[in-house]
């Protein structure tokens, strides 16, 4: 429900966003927050930035925001920096990639979580948007976890209620495999704090240790989240599933906590061939289009095909790379990001 019309009432709430030369997709992101119907002197904008050379941090101080200097190895070490500077009751995580879709997401999320203490956070629903290409709504529409592989691992939740717009969600007893606390995922401090997350934070480990600790349920606001502009064309796709490999095996050495272990449907070698022999991403192409009267799971073979490729690269990658000291190699890796224009702009 909506918070107080009394502003000083309201929590404290604080965004925080890793970023890396985003100066193509960062206005887009902070002009969504700044759209929102919470009020601007209730929350703060924390960026870690990992020494852009762009203009990140010339848009970010257009916004008010606040820069701190990531000088960590990846993402995570940079969302725990900013998390430890972080002022806020609450914690949104977002990235630059994100736009928030509707005025009032925030203060729905907000709200719903004050008003549910049994629940760990708020996930948003990643809905499409006309500045991604149909491959991108494919895989962050359709597929939500925006990789094929991962999303054959990924056990379906189940919806346990609606109250008007708040939607409650878990995962079926005796699992914890769905990768859960990623782009505008809103949480409340002192539960992060009980996972130790400025010490340990990573995007899935703190949904899983706090399920761990009793909190099995999480929130959706009916119809509202973030726009995911992951990537919009397919040898992009495969570059950063390069890179999202040599960053998850980097922070697997760091601490191998993996939600792929915790009992998913299929396991790991079983989805590589599934993506290598066609006939299971064909049926799912089929079932969606049938199911869903939707074009973009045309994307779903082609995409399999990819992931493989990308997870593959990524492996051979981080092995080449894994003893020879190179601490920049995931911003060396990243993927050019950009937003399809629109209305001829």
């Not at 008003?115 to 494919?138: F, H, I, R, T």
């Not at 990924?154 to 919806?159: D, E, I, Q, Y």
Request: net charge positive; glycine share 8%; with cysteine.
């Amino acid at each position: 429900m909506p918070l107080s019309p009394d502003k000083h009432i309201w929590p404290r709430l604080s965004f925080i966003m890793p970023t890396l030369n985003a100066g193509a997709l960062l206005d887009n992101i902070l002009a969504s927050i700044h759209r929102q119907t919470y009020p601007r002197d209730r929350y703060e904008i924390i960026l870690a930035d990992a020494h852009s050379t762009d203009d990140t941090r010339k848009i970010a101080a257009r916004y008010g925001a606040i820069v701190l200097d990531d000088n960590g190895k990846n993402m995570e070490e940079g969302k725990r920096l900013a998390l430890r500077q972080a002022t806020g009751d609450y914690i949104v995580f977002v990235d630059a990639d994100n736009e928030i879709t509707h005025p009032d997401y925030i203060e729905l999320a907000v709200g719903a979580l004050a008003d549910n203490p049994q629940a760990l956070g708020v996930e948003g629903y990643y809905l499409p948007s006309p500045k991604m290409s149909s491959l991108c709504a494919y895989l962050t529409h359709r597929l939500h976890i925006s990789d094929p592989i991962c999303w054959l691992m990924s056990t379906n939740p189940r919806l346990l209620a609606r109250q008007g717009e708040v939607e409650h969600w878990a995962l079926p007893p005796g699992t914890q495999s769905y990768p859960l606390g990623a782009n505008g995922f809103v949480y409340r401090r002192a539960d992060l704090e009980s996972v130790q997350a400025d010490e340990k934070f990573q995007d899935t480990h703190v949904a899983m240790f706090l399920m761990r600790n009793g909190k099995r349920e999480w929130l959706r606001i009916a119809g509202r989240g973030v726009h995911h502009y992951y990537v919009q064309t397919m040898p992009g796709f495969i570059h950063k599933r390069r890179r999202a490999i040599v960053h998850f095996l980097r922070v697997q050495e760091e601490m191998p906590v993996n939600w792929m272990k915790e009992k998913p449907p299929i396991p790991l070698w079983l989805a590589g061939v599934y993506c290598a022999t066609f006939v299971g991403p064909l049926w799912h192409t089929v079932l969606g289009l049938v199911r869903d009267r939707d074009g973009r799971w045309l994307w779903h073979v082609p995409a399999s095909v990819g992931s493989l490729l990308g997870s593959a690269w990524g492996v051979l990658t981080y092995r080449r790379h894994r003893r020879d000291g190179t601490g920049n190699l995931i911003a060396k890796l990243q993927t050019k990001q950009a937003l399809l224009k629109t209305d001829g702009k």
